[in-house]
């Protein structure tokens, strides 16, 4: 079975810091792409950025709303996929999803964590 | 980047009713275009994934057509187990783009 758990969610400080980390089980991580998907309170889903398999060379994509402020990053020897946050502003407060892209041209994202949450406020 | 526009943004319908949600794509995504199903409180669901591929475990009732700028999905009879909000999603352009969200009510 897939599972993909996210943690390190919590409240910090507008221009703090925060690294989310995503837990993966059920299937060979280093297959897939990755991406993180975020929901602020009363909003709708956002895309955060996606970090490519080995084969792509690890490249990443950002939303606009984050480039220069976040960095995704994957190990593939602990099946695990990370988000670190830099100056965070409260607009970046949101649940965060860890999601696995499907294997097709242009992935879907077929499997999703619960979300971790991360609130930043002062 | 693509914008995403899903219409209703809310609908209410009885059990058994055939319940359609539109989404418009602001350019032509071919048939890159997913569908989400999201309860509170719940890990984000693959419905429909290239337009009109049922994802796996996706009950029968749930369909999705279109291509290029005009996609559906379509439940053909809602169940309460249904409620929750539908999201669409274009994979064809960086940056993905999802739709505003249609919350799907019960009456």
């Known amino acids: 079975e897939v599972q993909l758990v996210e943690s390190g969610g919590g409240l910090v400080q507008p221009g703090g810091s925060l690294r989310l980390s995503c837990a993966a089980s059920?299937?060979?991580?280093?297959?897939?792409?990755m991406d993180w998907v975020r929901q602020a309170p009363g909003k709708g889903l956002e895309w955060v950025g996606r970090i490519r398999k080995k084969s792509g060379s690890y490249t990443t994509e950002y939303a606009a709303s984050v480039k220069d402020r976040f960095t995704i990053s994957r190990d593939d020897s602990k099946n695990s996929l990370y988000l670190q946050m830099n100056g965070l502003k409260t607009e970046d407060t949101a649940v965060y999803y860890c999601?696995?892209?499907?294997?097709?041209?242009?992935?879907?994202?077929?499997?999703w964590g619960q979300g971790t949450l991360v609130t930043v406020s002062s | 980047d693509i914008q995403m526009t899903q219409s209703p943004s809310t609908l209410s319908a009885s059990v058994g009713d055939r319940v359609t949600i539109t989404c418009r794509a602001s350019q032509s995504v071919s048939s890159w275009l997913a569908w989400y199903q999201l309860k509170p409180g719940k890990a984000p669901r693959l419905l429909i994934y290239q337009a009109s591929t049922l994802g796996g475990g996706v009950p029968s009732r749930f369909s999705g057509r279109g291509s290029g700028t005009e996609f559906t999905l379509t439940i053909s009879s809602l169940q309460p187990d249904d409620l929750a909000t539908y999201y669409c999603q274009q994979s064809n352009f960086y940056p993905l783009t999802f739709g505003g969200g249609t919350k799907v009510e019960i009456k």
């Open positions: 999601s696995r892209a499907d294997r097709t041209a242009h992935p879907a994202f077929d499997h």
């Open positions: 059920g299937f060979s991580f280093s297959d897939h792409y």
